[in-house]
């Protein structure tokens, strides 16, 4: 499976911005894919992440309310839409992919499929 995200840039504070994903290759029906993002000298973490079995999502504190993901089953990608962004959202934002269903809590670990990431940058 590759993953190839775009849609990354520059927005400026309380802007908006669309991030996408498309998956090629072998994949897998059932599957859960998502975003995770990594700032400078910290950890890579969740976003968010929807299921493709019944579109159940699933967002990190930080960000409910103000992200939306959703998925396009017939192009099998998803999507991040980013509101009311904060200098603190400014990461390189990392579309991943694991088979079967989704963890609540996302562990980085279970996602088999990583995208090269694309750069969020919030100023």
């Known amino acids: 499976v590759q993953l190839v995200e775009s849609g990354g840039g520059l927005v400026q504070p309380g802007g908006s911005l669309n991030l996408s994903c498309a998956a090629t290759?072998?994949?897998?029906?059932?599957?859960?894919m998502g975003w995770f993002r990594q700032a400078p000298g910290k950890e890579r973490e969740a976003v968010a992440a929807?299921?493709?079995?019944?579109?159940?999502?699933y967002y990190a504190d930080s960000v409910k309310g103000r992200f939306t993901i959703s998925k396009d089953n017939g192009k099998d990608s998803v999507h991040l839409e980013m509101t009311s962004v904060t200098p603190e959202d400014s990461a390189m934002y990392y579309c991943a992919r694991r088979n079967g269903y989704c963890n609540p809590t996302l562990p980085r670990a279970e996602f088999s499929y990583w995208g090269q990431g694309t750069q969020v940058t919030v100023s």
């Open positions: 929807i299921y493709s079995g019944d579109s159940s999502t």
């Open positions: 290759g072998k994949t897998n029906v059932l599957n859960c």
